[in-house]
């Protein structure tokens, strides 16, 4: 009801936008906000990045998109929503194309990422391509 309120009167999306709907819905959620916050943060922490943002999109399961060097040092695959939820990872090659899309961390640095460090060892070889990436401690 409150955001049927605020939109009365608008014909456009740009009106919607200047609206700052999301604010308003902030407002809404007081102290369920923290909640919200915890089920599905807006950035994940990655061992040798800062913060990295995850996407939510309608009918599509949360993802992330980071160097593959990024993930290093992660054992297991990250999730939201309290651990039910496994993010898609998109691992990017140092040009930031995708070389890999999982949602088994553990399972890609075991049967894939041998092949793959071969290949990326060769395009790339002012990059670390550790044998056992999930070992690295951040800093490595």
């Known amino acids: 009801a409150v955001i049927a309120r605020a939109c009365e009167g608008c014909v456009s999306f740009d009106e919607l936008r200047k609206l700052g709907l999301l604010g308003l819905l902030d407002a809404q959620l007081g102290d369920q906000r923290s909640l919200?916050?915890?089920l599905?943060?807006?950035?994940?922490k990655l061992p040798r990045r800062g913060r990295a943002p995850i996407h939510y999109e309608l009918e599509q399961p949360p993802w992330i998109a980071s160097r593959m060097q990024d993930f290093f040092g992660l054992a297991r695959a990250p999730t939201v929503g309290d651990g039910r939820v496994?993010?898609?990872?998109?691992?990017?090659?140092p040009n930031q194309r995708p070389v890999q899309v999982?949602?088994?961390?553990?399972?890609f640095w075991i049967k894939h990422y041998p092949a793959l460090r071969k290949q990326l060892m060769r395009r790339y070889p002012r990059h670390?391509?550790?044998e056992d990436p999930s070992a690295l401690i951040a800093g490595d």
């Open 36 to 38: 919200v916050d915890r």
């Open 40 to 44: 599905a943060p807006t950035h994940l």
């Open 86 to 93: 496994p993010l898609v990872l998109h691992l990017l090659a």
């Open 102 to 107: 999982t949602t088994d961390l553990p399972g």
């Open 128 to 130: 670390p391509w550790p």
